[in-house]
């Protein structure tokens, strides 16, 4: 494979590379149910599940069959003076696009009809072969695919979003829940399980025929259920590293114990017969300054960075690339060789298209909490809600937990989600070194609660398809719903552009890649 469409196999057995600091850690053997964490930045680096592959192979094969039998049959019913209505999800999309709200149906469709069908599809594609013996036709085309689909699959939200619009239902007329409805809670539980049995490490060691550093040797004791990488330490700049330990030829600084990192100091870039700065801080097993009375470390013992060693790390399989020459770090077509996604030492232009994305939420999120968001037409005359309406509505009626959850999730968190984000990239652009740790928590958080924002779209969806009684009652989408639904889009977009590493990247010598 040549240099423009891919970069040679340099993975180094024992060695992983953290996603969202890019600190280069020893692999550490793991209980059950165990998962090890980044020393600096605390992000999970991977777990270790027994029999995970073939748990997450029957999980899928059976939300397959559930999300078939979820889309055969309605998923609830609305009667009022004996006229019954009935829909589906399908049905739902249905009637916003023939409302002329195609950019909603599009997403509603993608997220609670395409994406999640991908998931399951796409780990019965891998799995089942594999479980047979064989390998999958496309391995890396379907597990990006994976990637993508378990980014944007929403099925968590969709139930919730059912609740809340069954709510409101129950104070028009009778509702009556059907088969889709449990269908789809089941479906839920499903993908969620499939998706944590599910272990990228040990499907492409299988695929590769190399065993995974999961599980303690035969008789050693599994310490605990949480371990903490260990931090590869070498020379700044030499892009030469040992495992866990400095040289021989330099002072043992101990070996780490499990759960705790070892002590580095941070990275300055100077050569190993400089002396480090005094003014930056050793980092302890908390990420806090250590006591100034502590003797730093060499500076030849420095943790490195897969950035630092000139080698790009794939966001979606994890694998280290082969050192790359600095005439090719700006390259953007260089690929993983394993599953074939694009390799970057940081996401190009990574800032400013965060900035790009919160500046157009950001002009769309007054629109979208000012205009009506719903119309309802019927015998006692038209009225126009908007979010915060509709939970004025749920709180009067006597539903004040349904009432706090739409307000945390479709009016505080897309608002919190803007600031948070352009927190992130402001202290990004300044180089600031304030709390690295925390800011990594806040991005965590940032990705978690994104996309609970899309609560009040799918409950608007429910609400269009089934009030639908002519001259007795219709309810139609208004304006808003559009500008809401890409309010979401646009911070979960402006999320995922942005690099967590830039955040630690100030602690580290230049690698010579854009930010």
């Known amino acids: 494979m040549n240099a423009a469409r891919g970069v040679r196999d340099g993975h180094i057995d024992g060695v992983v590379a953290c996603h969202e600091c890019d600190l280069l850690q020893r692999e550490q053997p793991l209980p059950v149910n165990g998962v090890l964490r980044c020393c600096r930045c605390r992000a999970a680096l991977y777990r270790r599940h027994t029999g995970g592959l073939d748990r997450a192979l029957a999980y899928a094969l059976a939300a397959l069959a559930l999300f078939v039998l979820a889309n055969a049959f309605p998923i609830v019913g609305l009667s009022v003076n004996g006229d019954l209505v009935e829909t589906t999800l399908f049905g739902a999309v249905a009637v916003l696009y023939r409302d002329g709200m195609w950019p909603l149906a599009v997403l509603i469709f993608v997220t609670t009809l395409l994406m999640p069908a991908l998931q399951s599809a796409g780990i019965v594609w891998l799995l089942l072969p594999l479980r047979l013996g064989h390998r999958s036709y496309r391995a890396d085309v379907v597990f990006r695919l994976l990637h993508v689909a378990q980014s944007w699959g929403m099925t968590e939200v969709l139930i919730l979003g059912l609740l809340v619009a069954l709510v409101k239902l129950a104070h028009i007329a009778s509702v009556v829940p059907d088969t889709a409805l449990w269908s789809f809670g089941a479906l839920m539980l499903l993908l969620a399980a499939a998706a944590a049995a599910f272990d990228p490490r040990d499907l492409w060691a299988r695929l590769e025929g190399t065993p995974a550093v999961h599980q303690p040797a035969f008789g050693q004791p599994a310490v605990s259920r949480t371990a903490i990488g260990q931090p590869l ?15 021989m030829s330099q002072p043992d600084m101990g070996r780490p114990v499990l759960g705790q990192p070892l002590m580095a100091q941070p990275d300055t870039g100077q050569s190993s017969t400089d002396q480090p700065a005094t003014d930056q801080p050793a980092f302890t097993a908390r990420g806090d300054a250590a006591a100034p009375a502590r003797q730093a470390a060499p500076a030849a013992f420095f943790a490195r960075t897969a950035a630092g060693c000139g080698r790009c790390v794939c966001h979606d399989c994890g694998l280290l690339s082969a050192p790359i020459a600095g005439a090719h770090a700006h390259r953007h077509d260089l690929r993983c060789t394993r599953c074939g996604s694009r390799l970057h030492m ?74 948070a984000i352009a927190f992130l990239a402001a202290s990004a652009n300044l180089g600031s070194r304030w709390q690295p740790v925390q800011r990594a928590r806040i991005y965590r958080i940032v990705e978690l609660v994104g996309r609970w924002s899309m609560l009040d779209i799918y409950v608007i969806a429910i609400l269009t398809a089934l009030v639908q009684f002519n001259a007795l009652a219709t309810i139609t989408a208004g304006p808003a719903a559009v500008a809401f639904g890409a309010v979401v889009v646009l911070t979960m977009f402006a999320a995922m552009s942005f690099d967590p590493r830039l955040t630690w990247d100030t602690r580290q010598p230049s690698h010579g890649a854009s930010a």
């Open 233 to 247: 330490m070498g020379q700044p700049g030499a892009g030469q590293f040992a495992i866990g330990r400095p040289p």
């Open 346 to 419: 940081r996401k190009p232009n990574s800032l400013a298209r965060t900035w790009a994305f919160l500046l157009a939420a950001l002009v769309l999120y007054l629109p979208a909490n000012l205009l009506p968001v719903m119309h309802t037409s019927s015998l006692f005359g038209a009225q126009k809600d908007t979010i915060m309406s509709g939970v004025v509505y749920l709180w009067t009626s006597g539903s004040w937990p349904l009432a706090v959850l739409v307000f945390i999730a479709s009016i505080a968190v897309p608002m919190l989600k803007i600031f």
